[in-house]
């Protein structure tokens, strides 16, 4: 992480104050924007701080499971697997979760001793003040949405109040129904097409969307699940795994910029790698851009070089990988752009604007931008969909051809 946040700054951070002094003072505004958005999406990307309220059993750690498609946590059985009300951090290959596990809220909870008053558990409310969750998930058995399930709530709402008296904001909170495949009929596996159980799950699902919509308003969101799975040796043995695609889709919506790349990484999920993708090529070609709303000097081709750069290593860390400044030079020269020249041409090209004053100025901010975005196209299709070389050449061609020269060729100097 570390040292993967090292490699992007030294690839787009010698040029951020170059950036900066190309960029003209009526678009500063827009610039910082997306120079924030680029940095919080690339460099200051953190694991996401998710709570998680709901019952023992209900299926928390076979949820987190179930989003890194490993075992991560251990599930069940065990009578006391994790302590409730502290922070734990899941680590998978590609990495991490901070999970807020608040089992047992709605067990022997709120007024015990006889004081009458609930009030969230210390070590709870300690846990929450330590670190501000992104989010909340309820999480509730579709076999149990029509039972007891008032307390949860007040739990939830408790924890809701305190994270906005502690950190001052309303907390998101997305509704997941879990082990929808222990609805009737039991024996209909994934994807549960079949009628009378997808109506079932869909009931369920909208008795706990109504109940929660008080509490988290009308425009709450429940996800049906199921989340399964069985572990041998390492590998999944059984999986019964259903709609996390969907919910980490969702989730990923409600989080923080900085969140979002690792939750899209973990998961492995390509449709939530490619929002993403696309969240980074948007701010790098805004940038690209603005940096060349005045035909930029050939002088300052590795600035645009250098945002590409950054962009490609974000895509490529997104997908899971982690490019290191070779690496990005392969890519980009296996899209036949001449990098190493790029960066070269600085040099020359100081030189050759002394001789010629005037005569460097030849890239405008479209082909930029332009350029840029081909580019974005092209490291999603290579890094996220893994799709072969020769299609990802023809997106990247097809895409100049879209929108404009593309930039090293265009500005090399006669
Ligand atoms: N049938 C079914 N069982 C599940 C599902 N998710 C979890 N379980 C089982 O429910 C029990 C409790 O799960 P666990 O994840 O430990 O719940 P937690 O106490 O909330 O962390 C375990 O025996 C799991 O195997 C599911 O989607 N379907
Ligand atoms: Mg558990």
Known sequence: MTDYRS?????????????????????????????????????????????????????????????????????GAVK??????????????????????????????????????????????????????????????????DARIDEDLKSLEMILDLIEKTHGYRAPVVGVLTQVDELDPPEVLPPYEDEIKANHIREAAEQLRYKLSSLAGEGVVVIPTSAYMRFAEGRIAASRRWNIERLVEYLTEKLPRSAQLELARISRIKGVQLKLARAITAAAVALAGAVGAQPIPVADL????????????????????????????????????????????????????????????????????????????????????ERRLSEVKKIYRQGKKKSGPLLSEEAAPQ
């Open 302 to 385: 590795p600035v645009i070089t250098g945002i590409q750069a950054g962009m490609i290593a974000g895509i490529g860390y997104v997908s899971g990988r982690r490019l290191d400044q070779k690496s990005v030079k392969e890519f980009m020269s296996a899209l036949g752009l001449n990098v190493g020249a790029a960066f070269a041409l600085r040099e020359i090209a100081r030189s050759l604007v002394k001789l010629f004053p005037g005569g460097g100025s030849v890239i405008s901010g479209t082909v930029a931008a332009g350029a840029t975005w081909a580019m974005g196209q092209a490291a999603a299709a290579f890094f996220v969909e």
């Open 7 to 75: 490699q992007v700054k030294d690839l787009l951070g010698p040029y951020r104050d170059r950036i900066w002094s190309l960029v003209p003072g009526n678009l500063r505004t827009k610039v910082g924007r997306e120079l924030k958005e680029l940095e919080e999406l690339i460099m200051e990307a953190r694991a996401p701080r998710i709570a998680v309220v709901g019952r023992r059993g209900a299926g928390k750690s076979s949820l987190v499971n179930a989003i890194f498609n490993a075992e991560v946590a251990a599930v």
């Open 80 to 145: 006391s697997t994790t302590e409730q009300g502290r922070w734990y951090e899941y680590s998978g290959e590609r990495g991490k979760l901070d999970i807020l596990d608040t089992r047992g809220l709605g067990e022997g909870y709120g007024g015990a001793g006889g004081s009458g008053a609930a009030a969230v558990p210390g070590e709870t409310a300690a846990a929450v003040s330590e670190k501000s969750p992104d989010a909340v998930l309820f999480l509730c058995k579709a076999k149990e949405v």
